[in-house]
């Protein structure tokens, strides 16, 4: 046997060139949240287990729903199977995942002692060893095929999660708080990225090729409180992490452009709403970007399918990683998924 250690043989693939930014003979492309319902084997691997947090906690099966579309749709990479709200229960808020309702906290934080009392750093991340576990397992069984992608909310949508104990349509609980109690904002934020930190080194160190910051509710901010309560927190995270390429998705956060064309990470996620030409004069040449078809075209016809796909590919150009604005919706029909990804891929 030799000593040298095993080349990482994924480091040279299409996705991880990509996102490092050179010059690539395509854009990859893959979907958020492309591990799940959409797949009938994710929702026959999932009547196995009795709730959704069980599903999470058994690296072997996690490993198989994180592999499963890339066997099915020959995506350029894969997304770990796991949660962001997996963080706030490892900090000591634990959830609930009710069926077609969604994530429920039945304790959520309303003050400086219920701050006081969260577990954080790696303190907190050491109890995530069930995630770095699921890396591990898919990493061995990927064994180089497509990069792996590790990821984890970014504060400020954790925050929000904490303090309004599910989704919302104002999420007026987590905005009020970083105008009643800044400070206190800070303090919880905080707890949240040396947790996030710890959590992330974990990841790289189980094998993750490259992480993303899910930003869902970026939108919600107003862009100044953006600036204070989001912006430096998501720097302190991309900053701690040089190993990995870094792609940060703040949903609905075209107003925080610049900011993010000055983090430092290598990808910029889009939603939508926001025009390809738009975003690139505000982030600059360096950055890739990522994105960004509305899911719901994935409900058209083929053709029209096509048509939208390889117009959005016009429109970024050079430094793209072909994605969805947002993550896929459970109910859209496989053969949608299918053509927009053999576009980008040309087949
Ligand atoms: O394929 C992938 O992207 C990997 C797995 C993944 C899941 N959640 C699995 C999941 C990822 C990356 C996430 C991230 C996540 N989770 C986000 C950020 C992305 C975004 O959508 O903005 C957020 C906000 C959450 C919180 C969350 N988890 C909600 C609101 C829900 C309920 C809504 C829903 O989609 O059902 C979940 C549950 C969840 N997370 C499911 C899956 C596959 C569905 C539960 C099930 O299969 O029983």
Request: proline content about 7%; charged content about 20%; hydrophobic content about 45%.
């Amino acid at each position: 046997m030799s000593d040298t250690p095993l080349k990482n043989i994924s480091t040279d693939h299409l996705f991880l060139r990509a996102a490092r930014g050179e010059q690539v003979e395509r854009p990859p492309v893959w979907l958020m949240r492309q591990a799940g319902r959409i797949l009938p084997q994710y929702r026959a691997l999932r009547a196995n287990f009795p709730d959704f947090k069980a599903f999470v906690k058994t690296p072997e099966a996690a490993a198989e729903a994180t592999i499963q579309p890339v066997d099915e749709l020959g995506v350029d990479a894969a997304i770990i199977f796991s949660d962001i709200l997996v963080v706030p229960e490892a900090m000591g808020l634990d959830y609930k995942m009710v069926e077609s309702v969604g994530p429920r906290f039945p304790t959520v934080i309303t003050g400086a002692t219920d701050v006081k009392g969260l577990r954080s750093g790696q303190d907190a991340a050491a109890s995530l060893e069930y995630v770095f576990n699921a890396l591990r397992v898919t990493k061995k069984a990927l064994n180089g095929r497509v990069p792996l992608i590790g990821f984890a909310g970014a504060p400020w949508t954790i925050f929000a999660y904490m303090l309004e104990g599910g989704g919302s349509k104002t999420f007026s609980k987590a905005r009020r708080m970083l105008y009643a109690d800044p400070a206190l904002s800070h303090q919880l934020l905080e707890k949240i990225t040396t947790t996030t930190i710890a959590y992330l080194k974990g990841q790289i160190a189980a094998g993750a090729d490259l992480l993303q910051l899910f930003d869902s509710w970026a939108g919600e901010l107003p862009p100044a409180h953006y600036r204070e309560f989001a912006v430096p927190y998501l720097q302190r995270i991309c900053e701690a992490l040089p190993e990995v390429p870094k792609t940060v998705f703040a949903k609905g956060a075209w107003f925080a452009l610049e900011d993010l064309g000055e983090m430092s990470c290598q990808v910029v996620g889009l939603d939508w709403n926001t025009p390809p030409a738009f975003a690139r004069a505000r982030v600059g040449a360096d950055k890739v970007l990522q994105g960004n078809l509305d899911p719901c075209t994935l409900y058209a016809q083929p053709e029209v399918i096509r048509e939208a796909t390889l117009e959005m590919l016009r429109q970024f150009g050079p430094k793209h990683i072909a994605n969805l604005g947002h993550g896929v919706y459970p109910d859209t029909p496989l053969e949608g998924v299918r053509t927009f990804v053999n576009t980008v891929k040309g087949l």
